[in-house]
């Protein structure tokens, strides 16, 4: 089992299996899922944090009071993001039990669960507008694909409202090296083009690339300011870039 505290870097500020997990992360985006998966066996550190792995398979099997006493139980999550998740998922399970016609059901669980949870009353109109707004286009007809689909949609939507490390942000990796490439790019004295840029070697454009000579164009651009609605104007002077 890899140490929690382990450290990667010259300076020390990054935990090794957060960076293995951002990694693995990667991996399956962008297609390598074999490699991914072997990361994932040979370093003990899955993409997928247990409680997401726990909450996908009681949601794929439709296991709803397992899947409401998971979300209840999971430490760290503010009372806001906790109602969020659990209105997301008894929506679906709303939905499926009117769907079935199970009526006293769909009752049921709401009785049971909206109150005990402090679900609000504006988003209690919210689900039963949403339900109302389902039944109107035809509940009963839903397929077992579509189900299966809404069930990964509603996945999806958990993992936009559960925080890290519970699930990670989208693309996290890709995110990171783009900041440091931003940051890079901004702090370029000389900056004169993006092809230059490379993840090989940290950017800099050379002062020789850098436009020298002006042309004499002047773009006036007017400006409205809005405190005093006066006219102001703008001077930009245009580059003429040497080749
Ligand atoms: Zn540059």
């Known amino acids: 089992m890899e140490n929690m505290e382990t450290r990667v870097g010259p300076k020390g500020l990054i935990k090794k299996h957060e960076l293995v997990r951002i990694i693995i992360q990667c991996l399956y985006s962008i297609g390598y899922s074999k490699s ?3 990361l994932e066996s040979e370093s003990c550190i899955t993409c997928k944090s247990p409680e997401l792995e726990s909450l996908e ?22 009372d806001e993001t ?5 209105f997301l998922v008894l929506k679906q399970c709303l939905l499926e039990c009117l769907d079935s016609g199970d009526i006293s059901l769909a009752l049921n669980i709401l009785q049971k669960h909206l109150s005990a949870l402090k679900i609000g009353k504006e988003k209690v109109h919210k689900l039963s507008y949403e339900l109302l ?3 109107g286009q035809g509940l009963g007809f ?3 694909d579509a189900v299966h689909e809404l069930r990964k949609r509603l996945l999806s939507d958990l993992k936009k409202v559960l925080p890290p ?10 995110h990171l090296v ?9 702090g370029c004295i000389y900056h004169s083009s993006s092809d230059m840029i490379s993840l090989y070697r940290d950017h800099h454009c050379d002062r020789g690339h850098f436009p020298t000579e002006t042309i004499q164009v002047e773009l006036w651009i007017s400006l409205t300011f809005a405190a ?3 006219l102001g104007m703008l001077k930009i002077q245009i580059w003429k870039l040497i080749i």
């Open 36 to 38: 991914a998966a072997c």
């Open 142 to 144: 839903i397929d077992y």
């Open 57 to 78: 398979s009681q949601i794929l099997k439709a296991n709803w009071d397992d899947c409401i006493r998971n979300l209840d139980k999971i430490n760290g999550l503010t």
């Open 228 to 230: 005093k609605h006066s």
């Open 178 to 186: 783009e900041m440091a490439v931003c940051a890079q790019v901004d």
């Open 165 to 174: 490390p519970i699930t990670l942000p989208e693309g996290r990796l890709e």
């Open 82 to 86: 906790r109602a969020s998740a659990l």
């Open 133 to 135: 707004s389902l039944k």
